[in-house]
């Protein structure tokens, strides 16, 4: 039952470089070539152990074999140096198994600590890709475009979803459903911060003044170029951004949208760039501003049917919560020769309330004219862009929403006259 050394070197050199070549060129960061070689080492440990357990079979019967005839010789009395030869012979190779069992645990043991190192990297590796795999997972709360949806609504839901933070950036806030969401929000704990443009804070409707008497840390800011970010970051989660503007045009008079993500890194990126504008601002104060800088020219009828003279008329709008005297106003026409028509003194116009000036003769130029509203120090309160009427019409026009000033034409539609009313987008 003798062994063959060369047969148990060469059983050894090739588990050894069999599990080494494995372990050499498998990629270091790839998870399935990890699992790869963690099966591969636990095959090769598995076939030490068969190995091992025949050789330490092998190794009792020769350590038997040499009992066995040990005692023979003991009771048969023959020559011991007769038989030496071959005892010695035997007790070497029993040496040499004993020998190569040494080896082959060694091995094992190497082999096991391979495996034990390749699964902490694998565990290592799998923390890594899930944690890749949350901050690259996008989900799409929803999407929503002014021309089709309700999309201030849904701006006020989320607004109102808020528990921890608001942090807002846009061009201007007009006061209306938005701005009251961002007080609701305010008065229940959130904290709200807002950065508009600084050219924005003191425009005809803007919230500024509103929201910051409430106490909301609203900024300008303080840049040369136009603040035109328009998004939201809600309790450091959620992004809320798109073409949205929160004024009304931006619901009734253009085509904008938003969308809604919960992303991380896109959260990070919105913040990051939040956090770098508002370290630029300063907190605000409230200037005590005069609300009858507030009072507009709503509405103009400048071609009625029939004679122009005695027919055409202006409608002022005061879109504060103030009452606001007029005495001694006038409104003016500027093209050709200016003609004015005064505004009889003690009159006011209430919150939220019209006005309605009419004059005894011809009092625009139909091609095209610039009106103009001057309080008592001859001072311009208001003017629109040049308006044309060339046919006779029960037409007018009109600023929409109701008192909207933006300092734009886009402010101005020709619809069906509403005097002394509310105007309204026609259909």
């Not at 007009?174 to 600084?198: C, F």
């Not at 956090?275 to 009858?292: G, H, K, Y």
């Not at 800088?293 to 049917?305: A, D, G, K, L, Q």
């Amino acid at each position: 039952m003798k062994i063959d050394a060369m047969l148990i070197v060469g059983i050894v050199a090739g588990l050894l470089l069999g599990a080494a070549g494995g372990y050499l060129l498998a990629p270091k960061t790839d998870v399935t070539a990890l699992e790869n070689r963690i099966q591969t080492l636990e095959n090769s440990a598995q076939q030490n152990q068969a190995q091992i357990h025949d050789l330490q079979v092998e190794a009792a019967e020769y350590e038997d074999e040499i009992t066995v005839m040990t005692g023979q010789l003991e009771q048969s009395g023959i020559d011991y140096s007769t038989l030496e030869g071959e005892y010695s012979e035997l007790d070497e190779d029993n040496q040499q198994l004993i020998n190569t069992l040494s080896t082959k645990n060694a091995e094992l043991a190497g082999l096991y600590t391979n495996i034990s190192s390749l699964q902490t990297q694998l565990i290592d590796l799998q923390e890594q890709i899930t944690i890749l795999q949350e901050q690259t997972l996008t989900e799409i709360i929803s999407v929503s475009f002014s021309a089709t949806d309700n999309t201030e609504a849904l701006l006020v839901e989320w607004v109102n979803k808020a528990n921890n933070s608001i942090h807002l950036m846009v061009n201007r806030i007009v006061t209306g459903n938005l701005s009251e969401a961002l007080i609701d929000g305010y008065n229940r704990g959130v904290n709200v911060q807002v950065i508009i443009d600084t050219d924005e804070k003191y425009t005809q409707g803007s919230a500024f003044t509103e929201l910051l008497t409430t106490g909301i840390d609203i900024r300008g800011d303080n840049k040369l170029f136009k603040m035109n970010n328009k998004a939201m970051i809600l309790d450091d989660g959620i992004v809320v951004t798109g073409s949205y503007d929160w004024t009304p045009n931006a619901e009734v008079t253009q085509d904008n949208n938003i969308i809604l993500l919960d992303n991380e890194q896109v959260t990070e990126l919105y913040s990051s760039e939040f956090e770098r504008i508002w370290n630029q601002t300063s907190a605000e104060s409230v200037i005590p501003t005069n609300p009858a800088t507030y009072i507009v020219i709503n509405e103009v009828e400048m071609n009625p049917i029939g004679s122009d003279a005695g027919l055409e008329w202006v409608e002022l709008y005061n879109p504060t919560n103030e009452t606001v005297d007029i005495s001694n106003w006038w409104v003016v026409a500027t093209a050709g020769t200016p003609y004015g028509q005064y505004i009889t003194w003690g009159t006011e116009i209430e919150p939220n309330d019209y006005y309605v000036l009419y004059t005894s003769q011809q009092w625009f130029d139909n091609p095209g004219d610039v009106i103009h509203l001057k309080n008592q120090d001859s001072e311009i309160i208001d003017y629109t862009p040049q308006l044309s009427e060339l046919t006779d019409s029960t037409k007018t026009w009109q600023r929409i929403p109701n008192g909207y000033d933006s300092d734009s034409s886009s402010d101005w539609f020709f619809a069906e006259a509403t005097e002394d009313a509310e105007n309204i987008l026609p259909e």
